[in-house]
């Protein structure tokens, strides 16, 4: 487990919501990297494009640092850099194919969006390219880009339950608590979840709240593998009790967890101690980082 500096947070910050310092700007939780993104704005004007028109985009290869992509004339390739949220790319090269002037246009712009972005993030499921806080390319998420992943409907290991899984419907799983009872075991799919690559194959996150009825709520992070022509969860492990998830991500083919949880002096109600856990994936496994 890795402590994040001085985010130490107050308990009145918790409680009333206040923004969380920027090291835990997760966004949606989605990779960058391993995604076919479609561009559907540069320059600030939307693309709109005929149906069945080809639609400008970039992929993200993490293993060789590439990005690669069709520009709305050319195909296209660049090298670039990534740290956080920053975001470089190299000299860009591409086919020399000569298009009508509304795509000609097109590409220029896009590629001097690549040349002058400097950042990136997910806001609202959408990739942003950005250069000192302005948005210079937005982009959506290709349909089948996650690999045609249903996270909210599939069946998870469960080392709370008895049967050892549970199968969502609609995100969650509902059992009672006990015969008869009025209480029930919730077990349920959070919105923080990141798709990408490592070590060269597709992967997932999910985090799953599991709540008994009392006043905690338990916090796994789940492994999800692409296997065949479908995904399935090889591997959960615990986070903690009544933490906050701010987000999951990929970096550097490690899945990356940031939370607040209890400080040495915290309630149980009250987590003000910022972390960092880091996990390598070995075969089907999750395998703590520096914990």
Not at 10 to 23: E, N
Not at 87 to 103: I, M, N
Not at 144 to 155: N, Q, W
Not at 169 to 181: F, I, K, Q, T, V
């Amino acid at each position: 487990m890795r402590m994040t500096g001085l985010y130490t947070l107050v308990v009145f910050c918790i409680a009333s919501a206040c923004a969380l310092p920027s090291a835990f700007a997760g966004g949606e939780g989605i990779g960058l990297e391993g995604i076919e993104w479609r561009l559907v704005e540069v320059g600030g004007v939307p693309i709109a494009l005929p149906a069945d028109e080809r639609q400008p985009s970039i992929v993200f290869d993490p293993a060789k640092k590439t990005a690669t992509g069709y520009s709305g004339c050319n195909s296209f390739f660049a090298g670039y850099e990534r740290d956080g949220a920053k975001l470089k790319f190299g000299p860009v090269g591409s086919t020399r194919r000569a298009c009508p002037d509304p795509e000609t246009a097109l590409e220029g712009v896009f590629f001097s969006a690549l040349g002058n972005a400097r950042g990136w993030n997910i806001t609202d499921g959408r990739l942003q390219l950005t250069d000192n806080g302005s948005v210079l390319a937005r982009f959506t998420m290709a349909k089948g880009g996650d690999a045609a992943v249903d996270p909210e409907s599939m069946t998870y290991i469960s080392r709370r339950l008895p049967s050892g899984k549970v199968t969502l419907s609609h995100g969650e799983y509902r059992m009672p608590a006990a015969p008869g009872s009025a209480s029930e075991i919730v077990v349920r799919l959070t919105r923080k979840r990141v798709f990408g690559v490592i070590n060269g194959g597709q992967a997932g996150a999910v985090i799953l709240a599991t709540d008994f009825g009392g006043s905690g709520t338990f916090y796994d992070l789940a492994l999800l593998s692409k296997e065949g022509d479908g995904w399935v969860n090889t591997d959960v492990t615990f986070l903690g009790e009544r933490v906050m998830i701010t987000s999951v991500g990929i970096e550097d083919d490690h899945i990356v967890v940031r939370m607040i949880t209890h400080g040495p002096d915290d309630p149980m109600c009250c987590p003000t101690l910022g972390v960092e856990r880091r996990f390598a994936v070995r075969g089907r496994r999750l395998v703590p980082v520096g914990d």
